[in-house]
């Protein structure tokens, strides 16, 4: 996409991604690039965003940030004055107002983009298809020449949706999304209220054999892979099978700094095994 990343960590948007002075600590931590939050010019209120931690990942109900766009804007010019690879993660309602939050978000300076527009928390992220992938796609490359790639989550047409991306204008894709989950609470029902995005170890193998099947059928752009990456060998695997980097979530949530440490320390011992030790 354009950037040049030390090592091919980066950190995916989510609540961790969600203020400027840690995404400035992740990156002095080690991280390739950091991924804000989903920025959305009308973000949900009133929803009651909670995470739920299973024994391999988690639960969440979380949407995008409630920052104002205003307020993303001066972060972001702050991070390109300082030349930080920071990627802005945009959504909106319709193309047209997210081609207008593209161009605002690239004129403050956001080297890249990642589209979010495949949110199962939100209603239409459930009923993803190729048309509406190209649309919004298709609307935000008409406005800047910036790099940028569509996440998208695996499971049914992952192929056809890739290829609209990649035919709307996408550099890149971001492979994947969460996918749907739910658990049951003691008392019966579902934990959180209903079923929302998964995210973990469980998730990696899914995406391993979409980004297999993906290149076998000729996607050929830049794939950052995301799912379950808790170990440099997890790093290690997705590069294997064609992605450019991968990118590290959930495992963040415990001992955040301290385990993003160590998965790029593990990265670059991977790289250079006189590293190991040091």
């Known amino acids: 996409m354009g950037l040049r990343l030390e090592n091919p960590v980066v950190v995916g948007s989510g609540l961790l991604t969600d203020q400027a002075r840690t995404i400035r600590r992740l990156l002095e931590t080690g991280a390739g690039a950091v991924v804000t939050k989903t920025i959305h010019p009308s ?12 024994p391999t990942g988690m639960l969440n109900s979380t949407t995008y940030s409630k920052r104002p766009v205003e ?15 920071v990627i802005a993660s945009v959504h909106a309602d319709t193309p047209a107002e997210l081609a207008e939050l593209a161009s605002a978000v690239t004129g403050a300076g956001s080297p890249a983009l990642e589209l979010g527009i495949s ?13 509406r992938v190209a649309a919004y796609t298709a609307a935000v490359r008409r406005v800047t020449d910036r790099p940028l ?28 999304d969460t996918i749907p989950g739910a658990a049951v609470a003691a ?10 995005g998964y995210s ?5 193998p899914l995406v391993l054999a979409a980004l297999w099947t993906l290149r076998r059928q000729g996607i050929t752009v830049p794939v950052l892979a995301i799912g379950g990456v808790n170990t440099a060998e997890d790093v290690r695997d ?10 590290v979530y959930t495992a ?26 040091a």
């Open 43 to 54: 973000p949900p209120q009133g929803l009651d965003e909670r995470i739920f931690r299973l």
């Open 71 to 85: 307020e993303w804007l001066g972060h972001l010019r702050s991070f390109a004055g300082d030349r930080l690879p």
């Open 119 to 131: 949110c199962l928390n939100e209603e239409d992220g459930l009923q993803d298809t190729p048309e």
């Open 149 to 176: 790639s569509v996440k998208l989550a695996v499971g049914e047409g992952l192929l056809s949706r890739a290829r609209a991306a990649v035919a709307a204008g996408a550099d890149a894709l971001s492979i994947s």
């Open 187 to 196: 008392g019966g029902g579902l934990e959180l209220g209903g079923v929302f």
């Open 200 to 204: 973990g170890p469980a998730i990696k």
């Open 238 to 247: 997705y590069l294997a099978v064609g992605a450019c980097v991968a990118q």
């Open 252 to 277: 963040l949530h415990t001992d955040m700094y301290g385990t993003l440490a160590r998965i790029v320390a593990g990265v670059r011992a991977l790289a250079d095994p006189a590293r190991v030790g």
